[in-house]
């Protein structure tokens, strides 16, 4: 099956900072690639929907200015959380669909944040 | 809101016995698929079936799918303990390109 490359695992970070969260298809070519939170025992909550050169697509309740999104390639998306707060700690994970591949998506391994 | 309710939401079984997940979901589909996790990782797909399609298998794997009651089950036969981990169903809207996940059922498969 199609690879994707999330980046990095683990993150630890203070109050305020800004992280960037890097989403790769490595053997194919995404138009479209996909922000989930996950939260512990819970489902996936999808945030965005990105798509390679125009603006994401934010679910209700999601902050654009809070979780930027940027695909500006057919292999990369990135997310970057501003002035991450203790709350903004969760599992963030994203996904690509394969052109030709149906609706399957292919997840990346997931970026665990911890925000001190 | 999330489409899919499953049940059970968890699930602790003997090694060798078989595991069955249901999926419910609330409007007309393309397809619905089921994936897994495991703790702490990215979702691995497992099988896709179609509106169409009532039953599909792969391997120790059988999914069937009733559009009539919005429902499907994900049975894997013969569990084993590498087996144990979070199941998820996930639906694509007809007419749309979303894909919404239920909550999930945790399988345990005791050695």
């Known amino acids: 099956g199609a690879v994707v490359s999330q980046h990095p695992s683990w993150v630890i970070c203070k109050s305020g900072t800004s992280v960037k969260i890097e989403c790769r298809s490595l053997?194919?070519?995404?138009?479209?690639m996909f922000w989930y939170r996950q939260f512990p025992k819970q489902s996936l909550m999808l945030m965005a929907t990105?798509?390679?050169?125009?603006?994401?697509?934010?679910e209700q309740g999601v902050e654009k200015d809070k979780f930027l999104i940027n695909h500006a390639s057919l292999t990369l998306s990135t997310l970057t959380v501003t002035s991450a707060h203790p709350e903004d700690s969760s599992f963030y994970i994203c996904?690509?669909?394969?052109?030709?591949?149906?609706?399957?998506?292919?997840f990346g391994a997931g970026t665990r944040l911890s925000v001190l | 809101s999330q489409q899919g309710e499953e049940d059970p939401q968890a699930l602790s079984i003997q090694e060798g016995e078989n595991a069955t997940m249901n999926c419910s979901y609330k409007?007309?589909?393309?397809?619905l698929q089921w994936y897994r996790q495991n703790s702490g990782r990215g979702l691995v797909h497992l099988i896709l079936?179609?509106?169409?399609?009532r039953e599909k298998h792969s391997g120790r794997l059988r999914v069937t799918l009733d559009t009539s009651k919005k429902s499907s089950s994900l049975l894997i036969t013969a569990s084993r303990a590498a087996d144990t981990a979070s199941y998820f169903c996930?639906?694509?809207?007809?007419?749309?390109?979303?894909?919404?996940f239920g909550a999930g059922t945790r399988l345990f498969v005791k050695a």
């Open positions: 996904s690509a669909q394969s052109p030709g591949d149906g609706n399957i998506q292919y």
């Open positions: 053997d194919f070519q995404a138009t479209t």
């Open positions: 990105s798509n390679e050169g125009s603006k994401a697509t934010y």
């Open positions: 409007t007309s589909i393309n397809n």
């Open positions: 079936i179609r509106s169409n399609e």
């Open positions: 996930a639906t694509n809207e007809a007419g749309g390109f979303k894909t919404i």
